[in-house]
């Protein structure tokens, strides 16, 4: 398992246990929050290396691969491209990136006049204006699809991620949420999704 974009490792050492061995990349060096989130998980099966992805040679080549918004943060989007040459042939990717039909720009922007960066609406923009100001870019599922098909890569799934409501204060406006309008994992409703989550076969 290689995990792009491990960050402190908050992920990648819950699962590594599953897995023969189990590899961290990021562009930042997370090795010290990485070493806390082992100790916390128990875990001893997985390895942290600070790694550009885009500019420096790839470490192996794995079975399985995790990327939980990364991709928008990437120099360019083709650079799936390296996703690919990590997976052994017939290894699986599961991804996750920020959906452009959610009400709310999640990564936020540099937007003139506005001190408040998480205007509504703003991620409904054309592409060429959205990401001008844009913090990151975002992604349709058929914008996210076709890069993923494009660099060798066959869909096994897709889905529409649900707002998690993490940011609201507890208190009856979240509880109403979540029992009634964000209660599943995921949803038909790209606008009540915050991510789009992709799984696809490496060919």
Do not use: C
Request: charged content about 25%; glycine content about 4%.
């Amino acid at each position: 398992l290689v995990e792009v974009g491990s960050g402190s490792g908050a992920t990648i050492t819950r699962l590594a246990h599953r897995f023969r061995s189990a590899l961290g990349i990021d562009i930042f060096d997370y090795s010290a929050f990485f070493k806390e989130q082992q100790v916390k998980n128990n875990d001893q099966h997985s390895t942290f290396r600070q790694l550009d992805l885009e500019r420096e040679p790839l470490p192996g080549k794995y079975d399985r691969l995790i990327s939980f918004e990364v991709i928008e943060h990437l120099r360019s989007d083709d650079s799936i491209a390296r996703y690919n040459e990590l997976l052994r042939p017939g290894g699986l990717a599961a991804i996750t990136v920020p959906n452009k039909w959610w009400i709310f720009e999640t990564h936020g922007a540099k937007l003139p006049l506005l001190p408040w960066n998480r205007v509504p609406f703003f991620s409904w923009l054309p592409t060429s204006i959205h990401e001008r100001y844009a913090n990151a870019r975002i992604y349709t599922r058929k914008r996210i699809v076709s890069l993923f098909e494009k660099h060798g890569f066959t869909i096994v799934d897709t889905a529409y991620v649900t707002a998690p409501m993490d940011v609201l204060k507890e208190g009856k406006l979240k509880q109403f949420l979540i029992r009634n309008i964000f209660k599943n994992d995921t949803t038909s409703s790209p606008f009540l999704a915050t991510s789009v989550f992709v799984l696809a076969r490496k060919k």
